[in-house]
């Protein structure tokens, strides 16, 4: 039996991938995994997906009868949630049925070691082997399952970052969008318990996302633009199914951009809240942070993308801010694992303590900083669509794209092409899709347009 583990965890379309029977086999090699690092305690626990709750209680009972000391979520819990717990209790890993903001027809397992962050490739590889040899361990005494509710140390913590009296008196109007999933009566609650008043939208459980993709994009959230418009919202908040992404739309309504949003929140945390420390990125995310980062003095570390990379960054030095342009993002001392509930908690203090619309404080910044345009291409990966963005994106292929010429390329991940003038293409396979994702910046519109126009005709 073959399993892949990409960018982040196993993941496969319910019934024909993601089937029981693989299920069992990937626990299997989690448990022999952990047996082998002398580490006999997990948690577990899953999203709002189809059959998440039940095989995460499933799977404990399996784990208990391997001996382990299995800690249960006692309900679907957010991803940053799983990650706190393993911390907190000091076990060794996270077992989460997720497949985070893939389309509703998919399933998955993500696992996390005791750090908390999401697995390295050397782990995923090892795990891959042990189900490939279908390792199973033996039965031991000694289990067992606790069922607990792991959602109020994680709110208790999340204090050490921001700041309830921050609300004070703000009078936040805030709609919120939980996509259906796991952060629905968690985020909005600790916002109304600050003295925040929010409006829910998709709200209940519902394994088909209610007919949505769950990816808290621009495209994902014109129902949470459309409701703060209509409602005098002074912003629009939004996590995917397993809340650790996030997406923010602003006072009118406008999509803000992790492009943008994570340079304005590094600014936030060193001006406001005397954070100091790296500034992180993955390769794909825009480089406006990098400008924040060197006006404040910080260093900057470029990672591929994925947020184990992030996530690694975060174990072995200070940082301040850690994100990517999928809407990820940690700060240092919480998780090495992305949390859209922090960021979203981070986005309504932002307002309420600069007393600001998020619109503003981002004209502002473009003021001091300059503006980037960011867009992103996702190519399914047809019959011959590969070989040929491959051969197009190969060192040497390409001297200009669109009105640019070429200066310089790397394969950091995926390949980029570095423009003149300042922006760059990234091409790069997903590690959680059957596509090709190309990521742009440009310093202008007529720019940005002139590459995409470029780039789609490469591929007809």
Known sequence: ??????????????????????????????????????????????????????????????????????TLADRPVPTPVLSHAVRRLGLGGVINFTASHNPFIYNGIKFSPAD???????????LERLVESEAKPSRAPGGSVEVSDLTVPYRRDLEKFVSPSSFEGAGLRAVYDPFNG????????????????????????????????????????????AEVVRSGAAVGLANDG??????????????????????????????????TGAAVRSVSTGGLIDRVAAAHGLPLVETP????YLGACMLERQVALAGEESGGLSVGGHVPEKDGILACLYAA???????????????????????????????????????????????????????????SSDKVDGSRLLLEGGGWVLMRISGTEPLARIYLEAPSDPALGSLESAVRDLLS
């Open 1 to 70: 039996m073959k399993v892949r583990f990409g960018t982040s965890g196993w993941r496969g379309v319910i019934a024909r991938d993601f089937t029981w029977d693989r299920v069992d086999a990937v626990v299997d090699a989690i448990a022999c995994h952990l047996l082998q690092e002398g580490r006999p305690s997990v948690v577990i626990g899953g999203d709002t997906r189809f059959l998440s709750p039940e095989l995460a209680a499933s799977s404990a009972e399996r784990m208990a009868a391997f001996g382990f000391r299995v």
């Open 116 to 126: 908390g962050g999401p697995a390295q490739g050397s782990v995923t590889s090892a």
């Open 182 to 225: 796991t952060a629905s009566g968690l985020l909005d609650d600790i916002l109304r318990k600050y003295g925040a008043a929010v409006r829910t939208i998709h709200e209940r459980r519902d394994p088909l996302f209610d007919n949505r993709h769950p990816e808290p994009n621009e495209h994902g959230l014109a129902d949470l633009s």
């Open 242 to 275: 397993d809340a650790d992404r996030f997406g923010i739309v602003d006072e009118e309504g406008r999509y803000v951009s992790p492009h943008d949003f994570l340079p304005l929140l590094l600014e936030f945390l060193v001006e406001e809240k005397g954070i």
């Open 305 to 308: 993308v994925g947020f184990k």
């Open 349 to 407: 203090e932002m307002i309420c303590l600069r007393s600001m619309p998020l619109g503003g404080q981002l004209e502002r910044m473009w003021s001091k900083y300059g503006r980037l345009l960011h867009s992103r291409l996702d190519i399914p990966l047809e019959e011959g669509v590969r070989d040929r963005l491959e051969a197009a994106f190969a060192p040497g292929a390409l001297r200009s794209l669109g009105d640019s010429g070429i200066v």
